[in-house]
């Protein structure tokens, strides 16, 4: 089947085309999925997106008058896509629900880490022959308490890796994981009560209308002064601006990010040579306290094999009209 792949990078071409095999005729593109380039699938019958694409409405509707029938997400996120609309033109969306929690888990678990532990200034210091510890001085997390936000599949994996370092875990979720109460003693309470207790606090809930902005103004006064706040789920779980004011008066002492509000068109891509037009990303990099990785939590091997055998395993699917089990819709 003819399909446009869009945002393709040098690090998930090759599992692509491994997983593919040749079987489907893949038109590798560069771009992000916008309405200026939308056109550019003519001629296919799918398409596959990255997590930094747009299908909203206006894309949606240029892709149905070219013909497209088929939206293969190569995330398992898909706030991105307006699946009523999808919907409403009978395009079918799937995405890959699952390709290695521990990948993000782990990556939550490094920026914990290099944050607490100055990882970033140590480096810098010996690399011009600093060696000196002052302004290094990290926190034992063994007995810390840790607020982890929606445990579902990425969020259980951290518990089980914060519990090997001897955190308490406070949890919030729509519904609770018995196994985690009983194997590790995560006990569940109400997001106030999470902020109120919580030394560090890690997000995990996927974006949709009831989390935008779940970490806000009220919330952030509610934490305790000087907490680690880590968000490696949608950068639209946290209200930056009010995040920038927390780190200001110190109430927020680390902030670790690997994705952003206004992600969409700066990251996964190289703007070395470009001004910064983005005020807010621009204050956040002046804070020595805060560690930014670009929406990079996924990039494993064993991530991007899965992606790609899943994704190709989506088109199949669809091109042979038999559930795939991934397919998503409005509810
Ligand atoms: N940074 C990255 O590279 C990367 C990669 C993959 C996924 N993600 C993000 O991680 C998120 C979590 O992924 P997952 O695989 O663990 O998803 P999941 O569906 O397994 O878990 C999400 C959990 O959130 C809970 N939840 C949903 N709405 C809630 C609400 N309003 N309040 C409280 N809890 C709520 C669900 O009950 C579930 O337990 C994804 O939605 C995605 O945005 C980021």
Redesign the pocket.
Known sequence: MKTTIYSTHKFDKPSIENANKGKHQLNFLEFRLTKETALLAEGSKAIALF?SDDASSEVLDILHKLGIKFIALR?????HVDLEKAAELNIKVARV???S?Y??AE?TMALILALNRRLIKAHNRVREQNFSLNGLTGFDLNGKTVGV?????????LVKILHGFGCNILA????E?KDLIDKYGVIYSD?ATLCKHADIIS??????A??KH?INKEHIALMKSGVMLIN???GG?VDTKAVIEGLKTKKIGYLGL??YEEEEGLFFEDHSDDILQDDVIARLMTFNNVLITS?????TKT?LTNIAETTIYNLDCFEKQKPSGNEISIN
């Open positions: 997590s995330s398992a996120g898909f706030n629900p699952a390709y929690p990948a993000i990556h936000i929606g445990t579902g599949k990425i969020g259980s994996v919030q979720d729509i519904e994981s997001c997000l995990h809930v996927p974006l949709k009831s989390t779940l490696t789920s949608r779980l690997d994705v929406h990079q939590a996924f990039l991530a």
